[in-house]
Structure formats: structure tokens, C-alpha cells
């Protein structure tokens, strides 16, 4: 490929596009006799269109946007699923995740070189061997520049809580929202799931989103830091203290801050200040235990210029309200509340109390939580945490169900029922839309009883502990339930028995019954 065909696959009207300031830029950089630049320039042509050859990707990004990065992007996507190697626009190149290609091109341990042939050869081959599939129709730089999805402008410029919490009743998506959720943070929005799926599990093998769900037997040990019992190789009791999930990932949110924050000098000194508490002599910043050491030397007051700096980490807790609340946070109640934050004016810090060490929360670690209101009402919720929270409600939205299975409008139908329990119970025990998304693969009857039988039913005898009467007007004239015959018993019984009738779950009209007949206040004692 010649010099101008090549240009012009980076570039849209070279005089003015911003592309094409970065390709100089970029193109120009290698070379610095004019012989030597021109022979770079020729291989760097021919390395990008083997490489695109191979079907990878060729895209701009960075904090500049000025990165030529290779990899897996789709386009209309902020970020890569896969990136392979980095070309910034000083020079220097950096195999991002890929210590295969190192090791294959037996690289010494430095960023810039020369893009002679011999480098060309060895890092096409390395590329060959990597397991990623190919996309078949690669894309160029000027490929990415084309319209997009709109992004909502209003949602984008809304401020991001530090805390939040998702509550609704249950089938309503707070669990599956979480992921778009915390992609918001990370300002990935407005894209379809199965990708914010690939972008969650991505951040979420880098460390940096966690999920945990809180249960009755959660407790602070689990949370923040406890005694733990081990046993060794020969059978030897011992106790330690270990940290839990929210201690860890704290840490980890700090020690970026404080990465980006402090000078290398300043790492230096902090790290012989502290490393004959260990065995090691050498700092590694991808061991936990060595920057909880380091961190260990710093105070609050060295985190005041660092607000807002630091890569982003997100905590989910799944049914947050399950948990004692305020025994699992602890002293993290006053800890996690954005003013306290460490970065802000009025950062606090805390002394935990197995490990003694001091401990704070620091502004780039977000919280988010769901909350089912069928199992504990909000107002029940710890008063001190609840305050320190944004609640973000999350009802049942028919609409996603606007559709039909077999003549059975089932947005018609839900609407029908949650307008119902409204009535005899609560808003907060109506019936969420998630139920019923499956039926968009599957729009079948027997789906449909099959969701009823194992899902519905289950929830309304639940809801109304067998208080038959609401449960038969909540279900309008369907026949689910019919009245049982107690006349055997031998005595006289006052009460009524309902049993589910599991044949009228196979048949439509039982369904079209339920929001086309209002409930029939002479017969509903009978069938319903």
C-alpha cells in the first residue's frame, strides 16, 4: 500500500480532520535521519495492514485520543473488547494483557523500538498465535467515524452517587441492572446488554467491580475484616485475621489514588520506611500485601489534592437489606458517607478493631445496592444507613411485556394485577415485569402456566397467606384456584379450602379472563 492510500484509511479531508492530526503526529515520530525515517515509516505502513490483515482493529483512543491501539473494537462502542498492542504518539509501545508477545519477540525491558524488519517479522508471528478470534470485516480508523447510538444528555450530565441503592418489588431487573448501572460510572452507557455483559465480566476479572450478596448470616467479619481459624499440613490450629470484600477492594481503590498521586521518590521513601515489617525487598505493586504496607505510611491529610483521582471501583450488594445493615458496616456507617471520604474536606479515617490498623474510604470507590421491598419494607431499613444512600426506584414497567402469547395480552394482563394488589396490599408487593420477559424466546401457553405455576402463584399465597378471598379478586374470574369440597370430614367446618386448578393453567381464556371480566362479588366465594 502506497503513502497516500495508506493515510487516507486514518483519515477523512486530511486538512481538517482530527484524525489526521493524530496519524502525523503518530507517522512522523519514528526515524530521525531522513533515510531511517523513511524506512520506518515503510515498515510501520506494512506492519499496521499485515496486522489488519490478520483482522484485528485499528483505533484511536487514550486520554488524548492520540493511542493507536490494536485489538477487537466495535464500531459505535466506547471500548475495545480486546486490546492487543499500544502505539502511543511519543513512540513507545506496550503489549497491553499479552506477556505471550513479549516473551515471543524476547523483548528487553524497555517501550521504544525501532520497527526494523526483524522486530516486524517476530511480532506478526506472535500475533498469529494469539487465541482470539479474527473479526472478519476489520476496520480503520475512519471507520469509527460515523453516528452512533444518541447518548441521553440529560442521564450523561446527571452526578453519580457514591452510595446508591436500586429497591423495587420483585421481577422488576434490580439485580440485572446493576450492570448497567456501574457501567454508567465507568461511562459506558447506551449499548446493548450482551456487550455491557463483556464489559461488566471484564472490569469484574480486573478487580475492578465486586459482587456480594448479603444474607441473614453476613456479618462485619465477612464485610470489613475478622478472625479467621486455619489449619495446617499438620493438623495445627492457627488464627489470623483476613480481610473481607469491602476491606479489599477499599484498599485497592486507595492504593490507585495513591498511585497516581505520589511521585516515585516519594513511593520509594514510604516503601523503605516500611518494608522491614516483611520479608520481601522489593515493592510489587500487584501484591495486596505490599500496598497495604505502603499505605499503611500515609495519612489522611496526603490524600487532600487527590479528590476525584484514581481509577474507578464499584461495589454491588445484592438484597442489602437482607443483612443486619448496621452490624455488618460497622464503623463504615459514618466511613462510606461522601463527605468522609478520603479526598474530601472531611475525610475521616477509622480504627478497625481486629487488626488495629487505620482505615478509610476513599472517593473513587462506589457503592451499589439492591433492595427487594417485598421482604422488608424501606422504612425498616437502618435509619443512619438509609440516609447515607440514594434510593432509586425500580417498579414493574409493563411495556417491556407489550406483546402477545396466544391472543393473551400480557402488558394488559400485568397491569391488571399489580392495579389489584395495589389496591388490597401495597405498591410495594406488586408483580415485576422480569417474570414474563422469557416469553419473548418462548411465547407459549405452556411457558406462560409454567411461570404462573413456579413464579405468581407462589408469590400471591405468599403476599396474602392464603387469604383466599383477596387472592380470587386478584385473579378475576380465571378459575386458578377452586373451592375444595370438606364435606367428608366428619364435622362441620366453617372455613373454605381453595386448591389450584393446574388444567386451566394450559388454557388462554383463563388468562384473557383475568383484565376482561371484572370479579364477580356473587361468585367469587366459589372459583376464581
Known sequence: MDENSFKTRFCINPPISDNYKKFEALYNRWGKEEEEEQQQQENFRTLVQQIHDLGRDI??????????????????????????????????????????????????????????????????????????????????????IQPVEPVNIEESKMPISLNSILYGPPGTGKTYNTVSEALKIFSIINEEYSVLKKEFDELKSEGRIEFVTFHQSFSYEDFVEGIRAETNDKGELSYSIKDGIFKKIAIEALYSKFDVEFSKEKKDKLWEEVKTKTTDTDFNSSNYSHKKLILSACKLADFKEAKGKGKTYVLIIDEINRGNTSRVFGELITLIETSKRAGSDEAMDAILPYSQETFTVPDNLYI????????????????????????????PDPKKVDFEVEGIKIKEMLETINDRIEALYDREHTIGHAFFMTLKDDPTIEKLAYIFKNNILPLLEEYFFEDWDKITKILGDSKIYTLKNSGNLGFTHTGKNYSRNYASLENPQTYINIYTSKTNNTNQDQTA
Open 368 to 395: 451499589i445496592g439492591t433492595m427487594n421491598t417485598a421482604d422488608r419494607s424501606l422504612a425498616l431499613m437502618d435509619t443512619a444507613l438509609r440516609r447515607r444512600f440514594d434510593f432509586i426506584e425500580m417498579m
Open 59 to 144: 483505533y484511536f483512543t487514550g486520554k488524548k485520543g492520540l493511542d493507536l491501539r490494536f485489538g477487537i473494537k466495535r464500531v459505535g462502542y466506547k471500548t475495545s473488547v480486546h486490546c492487543i498492542l499500544r502505539m502511543a504518539n511519543n513512540g513507545s509501545i506496550t503489549f497491553k494483557n499479552w506477556p505471550d508477545i513479549t516473551d515471543a519477540l524476547q523483548l528487553e525491558n524497555k517501550k521504544y523500538y525501532p520497527i526494523n524488519d526483524d522486530f516486524l517479522l517476530k511480532l506478526i508471528n506472535a500475533l498469529k498465535e494469539l487465541d482470539i478470534p479474527p473479526n472478519q470485516n476489520a476496520n480503520w480508523p475512519n471507520d469509527y
